[in-house]
């Protein structure tokens, strides 16, 4: 029997990068993939008629407000779909007995910890987009049992805005950009986190609960800067600049690096600069 499969926020990064290694490429998995105009989760009517309509085993919520400077103008925009549609979502799991897996993210923490953050560590988010993440976290422990929650950290992929894609079209330009050195995180590849989650779908692991889930190692963002400009040899890495802070409306934690080794029971999971290349492969 193939297992059926529901992908929110589909035209996200994390929703194509899962479309492009998995869809039609395994008969015993049927994707289906809804981006916001097919399936809005902050309506609950619309939702509530989208689940009694198709039969799901499993939902994977890549939907989310995730810009996290314009959160903190509008936090009720934030809120309303990373806490209520979130909510919604794990209702309409609960009626319809679909496993849910959501991501969350490191921005959960302070940053104030001087090791990497494991899944039992005090949350204490410092901004709106944290905070807002957490709540959708609590909703669905106090909803589901049988679900997957997935903090990781500095996403990126060939898709959409991310880090990566934002500092290859700065390189273009080949033109002096700042980067800053104060924060430390674990950059982390779309295609290691599909790959993450399908393989818990696909072996059907009933070890639900919270993971944490990035690849191996730290860095800056300044370092990793330095790292996708080694890609491009026509640019002068000296053009790169590192500054201690810059201007923001939200605070980000100092230090978010997660630790994975409950992840690593399950999936082997690569060091970031070998991430890294596989999604720049020149």
């Not at 201007?247 to 999971?269: E, T």
Request: with cysteine; net charge positive; charged share 20%.
């Amino acid at each position: 029997m193939k297992t059926n499969i529901l992908v929110t926020g589909a035209n996200g990064q994390l929703g194509q990068t899962i479309k492009e290694l998995f869809y039609k490429k395994d008969d015993n998995l049927n994707f289906t993939f809804v981006s916001k105009s097919e399936l809005d989760i902050t309506e609950t009517e619309k939702l509530n008629i989208f689940f009694e309509t198709h039969r799901f085993d499993y939902c994977i919520n890549c939907a989310a407000f995730t810009n996290v400077e314009l959160a903190e103008d509008k936090p009720d925009i934030a809120f309303k779909i990373n806490a209520q549609a979130v909510k919604n979502l794990a209702h309409q799991c609960n009626l319809r007995h679909v496993v849910l897996i959501h991501i969350s993210t490191d921005y959960v923490f302070d940053g104030k910890k001087q090791e990497p953050y494991n899944e039992e560590d005090k949350t204490n988010p410092i901004n709106v987009y944290g905070a807002s993440k957490l709540q959708g976290e609590r909703y669905i422990k106090e909803i589901l049992s049988e679900y997957f929650i997935i903090r990781t950290s500095w996403l990126y992929s060939k898709y959409g805005h991310n880090f990566v894609t934002t500092i290859i079209n700065k390189l273009q330009d080949n033109k002096p950009l700042q980067i800053t050195t104060s924060q430390t995180g674990t950059p982390t590849s779309c295609v290691d986190l599909s790959k993450f989650i399908i393989h818990l779908i696909e072996r059907k692991n009933k070890n639900f609960g919270l993971y944490h889930f990035s690849a191996v190692g730290e860095t800056t963002w300044y370092d990793f800067a330095i790292q996708i400009a080694s890609h491009f040899n026509h640019f002068d890495s000296n053009l790169l600049l590192p500054i201690k802070t810059f201007q923001s409306k939200a605070k980000r934690p100092k230090y978010s690096v997660l630790n994975n080794n409950k992840a690593k029971q399950y999936a082997i999971i690569q060091e970031w600069k070998i991430s890294l290349n596989t999604v720049l492969p020149y």
